[in-house]
Nanobody, 119 residues
Framework: QVQLVESGGGLVQPGGSLRLSCAAS????????MGWYRQAPGLQRELVAV???????NYADSVKGRFTISRDNAKNTVDLQMNSLKPEDTAVYYC?????????????WGQGTQVTVSS
């Protein structure tokens, strides 16, 4: 089992910045990848960015060049630096941890943190 706790959401004006943080606890040695997803009202949850234990990253096209994901394997934390925020970035952001056991993947989720981009 892995527990995830997010922090750092809030209200920001367009063009502003926010930093989200997520701390993992529990069976953290088994985590393969950590990432951030978001869900806006009426829409499906979508990938924002993910980083593997080896440091490989993947970003949604809509955030490339604006968001940066980073991970501290020793502290079991993953951060998302969000710059040049747009109103369409408004959503609940969820931290995710993926654990792979043999050939089966298990996803764990945080409780979500609201990000609102508005003037």
């Amino acid at each position: 089992q892995v527990q995830l706790v997010e922090s750092g959401g809030g209200l920001v004006q367009p063009g502003g910045s926010l930093r989200l943080s997520c701390a993992a606890s529990g069976s953290t040695v088994s985590i393969y990848a950590m990432g951030w997803y978001r869900q806006a009202p009426g829409l499906q949850r979508e990938l924002v960015a993910v980083i593997t234990s080896g440091g490989r990253t993947n970003y949604a096209d809509s955030v490339k060049g604006r968001f940066t994901i980073s991970r501290d394997n020793a502290k079991n934390t993953v951060d998302l630096q969000m710059n040049s925020l747009k109103p369409e970035d408004t959503a609940v952001y969820y931290c995710n941890a993926r654990v792979v056991v043999v050939t089966t993947a298990y996803d764990y989720w945080g409780q979500g943190t609201q990000v609102t981009v508005s003037s």
